[in-house]
C-alpha cells in the first residue's frame, strides 16, 4: 500500500515532490519519482508488505514505461510463470507485473488482475491510469489551469492545484487516446441474472480462497475485529491460516471502554480461535479532539463515514504501535448480502437485489474509503476478503429468496452466510456470534460514541450558524447540527466545489428515521426513537 502522485504536464519538480509528501502516511517507508523528456512526473510514497528489499517505485519495465502502484496484485507470481513468463523482472515486488502486461498487452490486461489497485504507468508518449473493480484503493484525477492531468490517491495532493477534480470511478481505466474505458462488467450488474438457489459450501469454499490470496505479505499480518459476523469469519478463517502456517495472529478491537458491544463479543470470538487479542479504549473527548486530523484523513464529510472512521482511526494508531502492517477486514459483507438492518424494509425481491447491487457498487464512496484512508492514516494496510472479485461471482448471484432478511419470518440477516459457516464438528465460531444481530460499527463500539458527538454538535452550532446551512453549504446541505460541524471541519481544509461534490451521503433506504445508525432501525432489538434527539 502506498500513495502515488501523477502530473502530465511540465511543473515544478520540487512542488510535485511536496505535494507528494502531503500522503507520506501513506507510505512512510521510502519514496522515489521518475519523470520523463516532456516533463511528466511521477511520485510514489511507499509502504513496504511485499518485497521489502528491492520493491522501490517507481518501477522501470523492459523498455521506456515505468509504473506506480498503490495497492497489492494477489495473483503476480501466476502471471509472472504463465503470461509473463518471457519477461525479465527487476523486482519480486508484485507491482512490477502491471508495467510488463502494459507491454506485453497494451490496455487489455485490468481484468487479468487479482487484487487492488490504483496504478499509473507513464511512457515518453502516453500513459495509463487505473483502479481496481470495486474502488477499494482510493484515486482522484483533476485538472489544471493549463489543462494539465493531475492523479493522485488522496485528493490533499492535488485539490489547491486543480480547478476541479474527482474520484477516478472504480472498474475504470483512462489512457489520453481513449479516454476512461469500463472494464469491469460482471454479469450481476443485471439482476436479471440475479437468480442461483444459495450454494452453502460454494459460498463458504469462495470466501475461504478469498482470505487465503490475502496472506500474502513479508511482514506479520493481523485481523480487526469488532467481534459481528463479518470480522469473526474473516478473523475465524485466517487464523486457521495462521495455524497450518505455524504463525502467531493478532487480534485488534476498540471500544470506548470495555464494556462497548463490540469489545465484549470480540473476545469470545479472540478467546474461541486463540488469537493474541488487544482491546483499544479512546473517550467521547478524545474522538470529538481528534476529528479534525480525522476528516482531513478521510476526506469526507459523511456523517456515517466519520463516525465510523473515528473508532478506526485510533485503533490504527495502536496497530502501528505494535509493528503490525496489514490487517484483514469484513468491509463489503452487508452490501452484498443485505446485512444492514434497513433491508428489513425491501418493498420487493427485486428492490432488495437492485439495493445490493447499487451498495456494492458505491463502496468507494463510504466502507472502502473509511476502511482505506482511516488505516492507511498510520500507514497500515487493511484487506477485505469480501470484496474479491471471484468471490463476488459467487455471492452476488444468489437470488434475492436467499438473502432477504424478514424480522417477521424470523430470517435474520445474512442468513446463508452465517448457514455456511455453522460448522458443528469444527465451529468456526461460538453461536452466540455467528448468530449475532448488525451493529454498524458506529454503534457497536459503545453506544455512547454517537449520543456524545451528537450532543456536542448540538451544543457546538447555534440555531443562528446552522440556519445559514443552505448558503454556506448548497451542495449536500447539511441537515442536522452533527452534519453542519463535519462540512464546517472539511470546508476548512477541502474548501472547492469539487471537494464537496465528491462525498456521498450514506443513507438508509425503506425506514422512517434517516439518520445512519442502526439503532433507529425498526427492527433494532434495542430500537431508538431518535438518536439525535438524546
Not at 84 to 93: A, E, G, K, S, W
Not at 219 to 236: E, F, H, N, Y
Amino acid at each position: 500500500m502506498c500513495g502515488i502522485l501523477a502530473v502530465f504536464g511540465k511543473k515544478d519538480i520540487a512542488t510535485v515532490q511536496a505535494l507528494s509528501k502531503r500522503m507520506s502516511h501513506r507510505g512512510p517507508d521510502e519514496s522515489d519519482i521518475h519523470f520523463n523528456s516532456k516533463g511528466w512526473i511521477l511520485t510514489h510514497e511507499r509502504l513496504s508488505i511485499v518485497d521489502l528489499n528491492t520493491g522501490k517505485q517507481p518501477i522501470q519495465g523492459t523498455d521506456s514505461f515505468w509504473v506506480a502502484h498503490n495497492g497489492e496484485i494477489y495473483n503476480h507470481q501466476e502471471l509472472r510463470d504463465t503470461v509473463l513468463n518471457d519477461h525479465t523482472f527487476r523486482t519480486t515486488c508484485d507491482s512490477e507485473v502491471i508495467v510488463h502486461l502494459y507491454e506485453k498487452f497494451g490496455v487489455d490486461f485490468c481484468n487479468m488482475l487479482k487484487g487492488i489497485f490504483g496504478f499509473v504507468v507513464i511512457g515518453e508518449d502516453t500513459y495509463m491510469i487505473g483502479r481496481d473493480p470495486i474502488g477499494i484503493k482510493p484515486l482522484y484525477y483533476g485538472h489544471d489551469s493549463e489543462g494539465v492531468m493531475w492523479v493522485a490517491s488522496e485528493m490533499k495532493s492535488i485539490a489547491d492545484q486543480c480547478v476541479d477534480f474527482a474520484q477516478f470511478p472504480p472498474g475504470h481505466y483512462y489512457t489520453p487516446e481513449t479516454g476512461f474505458v469500463k472494464y469491469y462488467n460482471p454479469d450481476w450488474l443485471d439482476i436479471s441474472v440475479i437468480k442461483e438457489a444459495g450454494d452453502e459450501k460454494k459460498l463458504h469454499d469462495a470466501l475461504v480462497e478469498s482470505t487465503r490470496k490475502r496472506m500474502m505479505a513479508d511482514v506479520p499480518i493481523g485481523v480487526l475485529l469488532s467481534g459481528g459476523l463479518d470480522s469473526s469469519l474473516i478473523a475465524s478463517i485466517t487464523k486457521r491460516f495462521c495455524d497450518a502456517n505455524k504463525q502467531e495472529l493478532h487480534s485488534f478491537s476498540v471500544g470506548v471502554n470495555l464494556d462497548a458491544p463490540d469489545i465484549k463479543a470480540a473476545k469470545k470470538v479472540a478467546d474461541f480461535i486463540g488469537t493474541i487479542h488487544h482491546n483499544v479504549t479512546f473517550s467521547i473527548e478524545e474522538g470529538i479532539a481528534a476529528l479534525e486530523e480525522i476528516i482531513w484523513h478521510i476526506e469526507s464529510y459523511d456523517v456515517t463515514t466519520i463516525r465510523a472512521s473515528t473508532p478506526m482511526f485510533f485503533l490504527s494508531k495502536y496497530i502501528k504501535e505494535k509493528g503490525i502492517k496489514v490487517v484483514m477486514s469484513g468491509e463489503g459483507a452487508d452490501e452484498i448480502f443485505g446485512g444492514y438492518l434497513y433491508f428489513h424494509n425491501a418493498p420487493s425481491l427485486k428492490d432488495f437485489s437492485e439495493e445490493t447491487v447499487r451498495r456494492v457498487g458505491l463502496l468507494n464512496t463510504a466502507d472502502c474509503l473509511r476502511a482505506d484512508k482511516s488505516t492507511m492514516a498510520h500507514g497500515i494496510e487493511a484487506r477485505v476478503p469480501f470484496l474479491d472479485r471471484d468471490f463476488l461471482d459467487v455471492a452476488m448471484v444468489i437470488r434475492a429468496e436467499d438473502k432477504r432478511p424478514s424480522k417477521a419470518e424470523g430470517i435474520i440477516e445474512k442468513k446463508i452466510l452465517r448457514a455456511a459457516f455453522d460448522n458443528k464438528e469444527n465451529p468456526y465460531l461460538p453461536s452466540e456470534i455467528l448468530w449475532r444481530q448488525k451493529e454498524q460499527f458506529s454503534d457497536g463500539v459503545g453506544y455512547s460514541w454517537i449520543d456524545g458527538i451528537v450532543e456536542y454538535a448540538n451544543a457546538k452550532v447555534s440555531d443562528q450558524e446552522f440556519a445559514q446551512a443552505e448558503a454556506l453549504f448548497p451542495i449536500n446541505t447539511p441537515n442536522t447540527k452533527e452534519a453542519f460541524l463535519f462540512r464546517t471541519i472539511f470546508h476548512k481544509f477541502y474548501p472547492q466545489e469539487s471537494a464537496a461534490k465528491s462525498v456521498m451521503k450514506w443513507i438508509p433506504k425503506w425506514q422512517k428515521n434517516t439518520d445512519p445508525s442502526g439503532r433507529v432501525a425498526e427492527v433494532h432489538e434495542n430500537f431508538v426513537e431518535d438518536v439525535q434527539k438524546k
